[in-house]
C-alpha cells in the first residue's frame, strides 16, 4: 500500500454526496485516494483550501463549440480553457457544427481532436439526421458519445427532424436516453408571417411562444410513451412544460438554462437587444419563477449555460436575422454561485444540478461525486469572493457574454482535472490534458 499522495486539498468545506465535511482529499493517479483527515501521508502537492469549498468536479452538459466551424467565434481548444477558466471540468459539446457530427468519420474527427487540444474532459453528441437513423445505434454507444441529439424545431445549422413518424423511427433505434430541443416546426413557420425584419427584439419570444414548445414537448412526451424511449428535454422555458412533465419523470429528465434562472423579459431585450435573442427564447418572469420553483422541487436534473457563440456583427443585426444563441460556458459557474449566495439555491442543490445530475441523466462513469475511486475532478470556489463578470475576462474569440457588467459573489478559484491543476486563480496552468468521459 503505497503512502504518498500526488495531491492533498486539505482542510475545506468538502460537499461529499451525504452533506458537508470540513475535511481533506487525497488524490493519486488522477483519482481520489482518501477522503477524510490526512491520515499521516506526505503528498507531492498540498493545496490549503482552509477558506475554500470543494466541490466534486462541475459540469456544462450544453456548449457548442463550433468545431469544426468559424474559429474566429470559438474552438475546442479555446471553449475547453474557458471551461476550466470557469471552474468546470467537463463539458457535453452539440453537433450542430460546420459539417455537423452525424456520422462515424466525423465523429472519428472530434474525437481525436479532443484528445489533442481540450482542457478539460468532453462528452459528444451525435446529431440524429434523416439520412442517419440506421447507423444511431452504433453511434450512440461510440467512445465519448453521451447522447444523441434531436432538433425537433430548427435553430442554428441544419439538423432538423420535425414530423412524428421519423421521431418515432430515431425513438426506436437505440435505447440510450436522447437529448431533445422541443419546439414545434410546424407552429414556428405557421407564425413566421405574423411578424417583420426589423421588428423589436422581443419580438423572437412572441414568435416562438410559449405553446410553440409546450406543443413540441407535448409531442415528444406522447411518442417517448409509446416507445418508451427515455429522454432528456433541453433548455426547458416555459411553466407549463414544467408543470407538465412531472408527469413524465418515469421517463423524462429536465434541463433548464442560466439564462433562464437569471435575465428575464423584457428587460433583458431592452438591455441586450440581439444579445438576448436564443431558441428556446428568454421569457418574462412568470416562468422565471417557475424554472426557480421547478429546482426547489426536483423537477430539474441539469443546469447548462447552452454556450452559442457567435459573430458579435451576426448578434447586432435586425431581429430576426440576429443569430441567436448566447455564450456561457465560462460564467456558469460564478452566476450560479451568485444565485446560491442570493439564498435562491443551496450550494448542495447546485453540486446536484452542475455533477451528479449531469453524471446521472448522462451514464457518465467516474464522475458527478467525491468519493475514492472517482476520478479526482474538483472545482474550488471561494464564495465570498465579490467579483464584476467583464469581457476582458472572456476568452472564447467572439469575446462578448450577456452577463458582462454583472457583479456577482462567489467565484471558481482552481480546477483540478484527473489530479491536475489546470486553472488556479485566473491562470490556466499546464498543457490540455482533457481526455473523452466515458459513458455507460
Ligand atoms: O439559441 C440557440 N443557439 N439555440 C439553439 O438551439 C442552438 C444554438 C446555436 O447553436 O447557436
Ligand atoms: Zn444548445
Redesign the pocket.
Known sequence: MPTGYDLLIRGGTVVLPWGMEQTDVAVRDGRIAALGPAAGAGAATVIDATHLHVLPGLIDPHV?LREPGDPAVETIATGTRAAVLGGLTAVFD?P?TAPAITDAASLAWKQDHVGRVAWCDMGLYVGAARGNIAALPGLETAAGVCAVKV?AGS???DLLIEDDPTLERVMRAGRRRISY?SEDEYRLRERRPLFRTGDPYASHMAWRDEETAFLGTRRLMALARATGRPAHVL?VSTAEELAYLKDFRDLATVEVLVNHLTQMAPDCYDRLGGFA????PIRGERHLQAAWAAIADGTVDTVGS?H?P?PRARKELPWPDC????TGVQTLVPVMLDHVNAGRLSLSRLVDLLSAGPARVYGAVGKGRLAAGYDADLTLVDLRARRRIEEDWIVSPCGWTPFAGMAVTGWPVATILRGQVVMREDEVLGSPQGRLVRFR
Open positions: 457548442h452539440m450542430n432538433f435553430s442554428t445549422g430541443h433548455h435573442v436564443m431558441n428556446p447552452d452559442a457567435h443569430a441567436a444563441g448566447l
